[in-house]
């Protein structure tokens, strides 16, 4: 499963990358059940991703002022977290009720990565990010 970053539009490379990744480090047998975030959308639920920054005109200006003064967790900003990580729940629930014995690879760039470290602490009743267990990242390859 991958949240995409802020802006980014649901198939982005890096979404790809990631899955691509993933795959070539399990086994030939393991099966893989692919999600992105607010491709799709489940419970009514769909990741929007927001822009930030000023690449992208005077709404992701003010989606980067709202973030910066909520802490990232009020206005429009705050708004797409909280729907990614809603979204992100409904998935991880519907799978594990499908597939008891399913694992799960969750990656995030950007604000898709507030999205999984949130939904993280959530699921795990963690308070902090030290207190969600380390996940050991695959690395890049360029």
Request: net charge negative; hydrophobic share 30%.
């Amino acid at each position: 499963m991958f949240a995409r970053g802020s802006g980014q539009d649901p198939g982005d490379p890096e979404a790809n990358n990631f899955q691509l990744e993933i795959k070539e480090r399990l086994t030939p047998t393991a099966t893989i059940h692919q999600y992105e975030l607010g491709d799709g959308g489940i419970d009514g639920y769909s990741y929007p991703a927001v822009p930030v920054g000023m690449d992208k005109g005077l709404e992701s200006l003010w989606n980067t002022v709202g973030a910066g003064i909520t802490g990232g967790g009020g206005s429009t900003y705050g708004d797409s977290v909280t729907e990614g990580v809603d979204e992100l729940n409904a998935y991880l629930g519907k799978r594990a009720a499908a597939c008891p014995d399913a694992l799960f690879v969750l990656g995030g760039c950007s604000q898709g990565a507030q999205v999984v470290g949130e939904a993280g602490r959530q699921r795990l009743g963690a308070s902090s990010h030290r207190q969600v267990p380390r996940l050991t990242a695959i690395p890049q390859l360029r």
